[in-house]
């Protein structure tokens, strides 16, 4: 079955990097683009950026372009999301996502608080 596995939040200052990966198993990741997404408390579901299958296509939200990057390893079946200069206002869970694989698969999330 279709499984998404985010990893690598935590709490982190102002200003600081973390790095989250996403393991994805049972479809074939290489054959699907992949996204970050995050939920702040309160607020909808936002999208924070985008990779196509082969890694040639990249889109970020605006409030996190020249901040965060978008990666994949196709051999180890697994997204990141670089994540530098972080600010308060990225406190939220990050899930991932294959937006077009049918079905609605999401996994559990990973917490990142920013915070002094």
């Known amino acids: 079955q279709v499984q998404l596995v985010e990893s690598g939040g935590g709490l982190v200052q102002p200003g600081g990097s973390l790095r989250l990966s996403c393991a994805a198993s049972?479809?074939?990741?290489?054959?699907?683009?992949m996204r970050w997404y995050r939920q702040a408390p309160g607020k909808e579901r936002e999208l924070v950026a985008h990779?196509?299958?082969?890694?040639?296509?990249?889109r970020y939200a605006d409030s996190v372009k020249g901040r965060f990057t978008i990666s994949r390893d196709n051999p180890k079946n697994t997204v990141y999301l670089q994540m530098n200069s972080l600010k308060p206002e990225d406190t939220a869970v990050y899930y991932c996502?294959?937006?077009?694989?049918?079905?609605?698969?999401w996994g559990q999330g990973t917490q990142v608080t920013v915070s002094s």
């Open positions: 996502n294959a937006p077009f694989l049918p079905g609605d698969y």
């Open positions: 049972g479809f074939t990741f290489t054959s699907y683009g």
């Open positions: 990779i196509s299958s082969g890694g040639g296509i990249i």
